[in-house]
T-cell receptor, first 113, second 113 residues
Framework: DAGVIQSPRHEVTEMGQEVTLRCKPI?????LFWYRQTMMRGLELLIY????????DSGMPEDRFSAKMPNASFSTLKIQPSEPRDSAVYFC???????????FGDGTRLSIL | AQSVTQPDIHITVSEGASLELRCNYS??????LFWYVQSPGQGLQLLLK??????LVQGIKGFEAEFKRSQSSFNLRKPSVHWSDAAEYFC???????????FGRGTSLIVHP
């Protein structure tokens, strides 16, 4: 049974460039979460989707960040333009419903030069 | 406000020794509780979960956790630690009706040979 799949695993790009992170949740899960992890701030929730609809995006740091979930099997997190302070590990997680545990992907390590 | 506290940033134990990682929560009602482990370069993996019933919960990799309502705690234990247990451990809690758990800041476990 495939888990949450994220791509790319690593991304290195120059500041000002557009970055797109991708996520495929576990089939049948109706909730999807994007997190950012840094040493300084720990694990931060960026946005949460339920049944493909964004429910809570209060954690999205700036307008440079946007997320979409066009269907139940795919989501993207986009940063445009990217800045060095966006460097972090970005995780996608999915869950099967209310108070169910989250299943995490292996993350995308993003470095903005 | 709902919160999860992991008082220990780092814990160092010798291989073969017992382990207890602390987690305290602040919720109005009995929360749903989780422990996750994160190995370097990987996402968070669920170790165990507590929803209701028996307050001693068994998980994977030989871990267990005990829910103590009177102490608002959900400590993680293992009787004999292996070098491969060295990782970051996260406690998380959710309340009824919520899709979004609250994570603690994590405890880094170091295992000496």
């Amino acid at each position: 049974d495939a888990g949450v799949i994220q791509s790319p695993r690593h991304e290195v790009t120059e500041m000002g460039q557009e970055v797109t992170l991708r996520c495929k949740p576990i089939s049948g899960h109706n909730s999807l979460f994007w997190y950012r992890q840094t040493m300084m701030r720990g694990l931060e929730l960026l946005i949460y989707f339920n049944n493909n609809v964004p429910i809570d995006d209060s954690g999205m740091p700036e307008d440079r960040f946007s997320a979409k979930m066009p269907n139940a099997s795919f989501s993207t997190l986009k940063i445009q333009p990217s800045e060095p302070r966006d460097s972090a590990v970005y995780f996608c997680a999915s869950s099967g419903g209310n108070n169910q545990p989250q299943h995490f992907g292996d993350g995308t390590r993003l470095s903005i030069l | 406000a709902q919160s999860v506290t992991q008082p220990d940033i780092h814990i160092t134990v010798s291989e073969g020794a017992s382990l207890e990682l602390r987690c305290n929560y602040s919720y109005g009602a009995t929360p749903y509780l989780f422990w996750y482990v994160q190995s370097p370069g990987q996402g968070l993996q669920l170790l165990l979960k507590y929803f209701s019933g028996d307050t001693l919960v068994q998980g994977i990799k030989g871990f267990e956790a005990e829910f103590k309502r009177s102490q608002s705690s959900f400590n993680l234990r293992k009787p004999s630690v292996h070098w491969s247990d060295a990782a970051e451990y996260f406690c998380a809690a959710g309340s009824g009706g919520s899709y979004i758990p609250t994570f603690g800041r994590g405890t880094s476990l170091i295992v000496h040979p």
